[in-house]
């Protein structure tokens, strides 16, 4: 984790200049830690609404690691009223994506606070999000997989619509309920919502992001965007696609099993 902070440290000038570091780290490539010696450095992709966050925290908790989402720190910027917020605000709510530049500082800031704590590790969320920013991140340190999570897109626009969350407990919720009938060999989805307890009902809130409008822009830009990152990992053989067969009893001991962690929670709950 150290040597990529300092990696990423050095990337702050410009977003041309990101890259021409990003292409010229590799021939001054930091000391690389063996995978035996560290914890999982994973990413998730997958278009908006997919349930990067959810399946990603829930095996972050598993494994130990922490769950490091650009979209959350997006979000607390935002909150912050600090110098960046209202640039942000103008971007996020229009689904634009917010510029390499920007978002490697954000993840920057975030790594150093990691360090410091003595974190090893990781699970990356909606990072990267552009081919510039997979080059970055393979000039300063070893993916070892790329998990890409994949609904119909008709799926992913109801799942935006009914994301909310506790402004309290800041929990994450869905009142979205999916059921697709199957059709032309392709199986129905049935996705329960995912409700909150009755103490979060009254203070739910939905993302300022989430309106019909401004998530058919931001699969648009996953398409345009983000999209050629799943044929940059696909090249490497790094990544592994996964289609979400429904709600998450039925998707997370499949999701365990395809990434050979089937008996992990056992093992962990047995240990614990
Ligand atoms: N890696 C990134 N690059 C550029 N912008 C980002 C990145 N990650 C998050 N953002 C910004 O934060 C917003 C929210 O991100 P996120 O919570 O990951 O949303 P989504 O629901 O689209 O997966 C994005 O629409 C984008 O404006």
Redesign the pocket.
């Known amino acids: 984790m150290a040597a990529i902070t300092r990696l990423i440290n050095r990337t702050t000038c410009s977003s041309s200049s990101v890259s021409y570091f990003a292409r010229r780290s590799f021939s001054h490539a930091p000391q690389r830690v063996d995978p035996k010696d560290r914890n999982v450095q994973w990413v998730f992709l997958g278009c908006?609404?997919v349930g990067?966050g959810t399946y990603a925290t829930r095996l972050c908790n598993l494994l130990r690691v922490p769950h490091i989402?650009?979209?959350d720190l997006?979000r607390h910027e935002l909150s912050s009223k600090g110098p960046l917020s209202q640039q942000l605000s103008e971007?996020?709510n229009q689904?634009?994506?917010?510029s390499d530049e920007i978002?490697i500082n954000l993840l920057k800031a975030r790594l150093a606070a990691g360090e410091a704590k003595g974190e090893s590790g990781f699970i990356l969320d909606?990072?990267?999000?552009?081919i510039n920013?997979a080059e970055i991140l393979e000039g300063v340190t070893d993916i070892d997989l790329v998990v890409n999570l994949k609904l119909e897109e008709e799926i992913l626009l109801e799942k935006?619509l009914g994301r909310r969350m506790c402004s309290e407990c800041g929990g994450n919720f869905n009142v979205a309920s999916i059921n697709m009938k199957g059709e032309n060999g392709r199986p129905g989805t049935v996705m329960p919502p995912l409700l909150p307890p009755a103490h979060c009902m009254s203070k739910l809130i939905t993302r300022a992001?989430d309106t019909e409008a401004v998530v058919k822009e931001?699969l648009r830009i996953y398409n345009e965007t983000s999209k050629p990152v799943e044929e940059f990992y696909r090249s490497r053989g790094k990544l592994l696609e996964f289609d979400l067969p429904g709600g998450i009893p039925e998707s997370w001991p499949k999701l365990l099993h395809a990434l050979n962690l089937d008996d992990y929670e056992e093992k962990q709950s047995a240990a614990a």
């Open positions: 908006p609404g990067k989402a650009t979209g997006v971007i996020v689904g634009k994506l917010v978002i909606g990072f990267p999000r552009t920013q935006c992001d931001r």
